[in-house]
């Protein structure tokens, strides 16, 4: 294992102590816990708290700001946050108007940030939740009852941060949620496994021409393995999967994330973006929005995936183009 770290077990740590002091500017870490807040609190706003294991950066610290999260809860490497520290999130972040948590579909993250919730609830502080469930690839995997959450969480965050911005309530902003998630499709493909600091070896063998379709970002399984494939191969099938799922039209209207896994260089992004954008004309669907990097990340897995939303709502392309001030959604 070749890594740039000091001991395995401190990655948490000293990660989150030189994220904060990068990015100084825009957040700070609650004191004597493992979560990053913005600085520039917000009165009269509801708050949007999300998290998860680590091993995912710029997911989810790399959100915190004006006009996406107020709080990313960090839990070690692909464990989720206890109770105790997402309670904390909600604490620091409420300014009276409630808090909304942002869950991804795991069966750690629901149970811990539900278990939150519910102290929250108790000391009088308004609370609800959305959990995204974006991943197509498989049903029941490991770690999950039902679809995985995976990068499509990202537009969850983008969607609802703006939003919030703007003043909807805790009870607007859940139903916007709600209806958000079933709008979000994601697929992925690996090439080769991510390494977990603390184990010290890739968690899955794929041999150096295969290629696994549908893998999640903590590495369970996907739907099948094949010959390594060209990206307009790799492309098409991914298209072709959300095609059967969203059952779309010619004429619809949706916006487009390519999010890197952790080690698939921009060039190979790109690349795949251009096969994305044959694939989509083809179809002739509408793409009004496109959001490309890593975003949702898996260590250092070799592999992609691919997010499509349907803009059924025509506030959601205003959303998605909204200026924020964070570290990770970029320009």
Not at 49 to 62: D, L, N, R
Not at 278 to 287: A, D, I, N, R
């Amino acid at each position: 294992m070749k890594k740039i770290i000091n001991q395995p077990s401190d990655i948490l740590e000293e990660m989150l102590e030189g994220f904060c002091y990068a990015h100084s500017d825009k957040v700070k870490r609650l004191e004597n816990t493992n979560v990053v807040i913005r600085k520039d609190k917000q009165a009269g706003k509801v708050s949007l708290v999300s998290g998860g294991g680590s091993g995912h950066e710029p997911s989810h610290a790399g959100f915190v700001g004006q006009g996406m999260l107020d709080a990313a809860v960090c839990g070690e490497v692909f464990t989720s946050p206890t109770p105790d520290q997402v309670f904390e999130a909600i604490k620091a972040t409420d300014c009276g108007a409630g808090v909304l948590l942002i869950i991804k579909n795991y069966t750690g993250d629901v149970m811990n940030f539900e278990m939150a919730l519910d102290l929250a609830e108790a000391e009088g502080i308004a609370v609800d939740k959305v959990i995204v469930d974006d991943d197509i690839a498989v049903e029941d995997s490991t770690y999950t009852a039902g679809k995985r959450g995976v990068a499509g969480t990202v537009i969850v965050h983008k969607i609802l941060g703006a939003a919030a911005e703007q003043g909807l309530s805790l009870p607007e902003l859940k139903a916007l949620g709600d209806r958000l998630v079933k709008q979000i499709k994601t697929i992925g493909v690996a090439i080769h496994a991510a390494t977990v600091p603390e184990v010290g070896k890739p968690g899955f063998n794929l041999a150096d021409d295969m290629m696994e379709y549908g893998v999640g970002i903590h590495g369970e399984p996907g739907y099948r393995r094949d010959k390594i494939r060209p990206s307009k191969d790799i492309a098409a099938e991914l298209i072709e999967k959300l095609k059967d799922d969203f059952t779309w039209k010619s004429g619809d209207h949706y916006g487009i994330l390519v999010n890197g896994l952790g080690a698939t260089p921009l060039m190979e992004q790109y690349v795949f973006m251009n096969d994305v954008k044959g694939q989509l004309e083809t179809e002739g669907l509408k793409v009004d929005f496109k959001k490309i990097g890593n975003l949702m990340t898996s260590i250092d897995m070799a592999g992609l995936s691919l997010t499509l939303i349907r803009l059924t709502e025509n506030e959601w392309l205003d959303y998605l183009n909204a200026p924020v001030r964070v570290t990770a959604w970029g320009g």
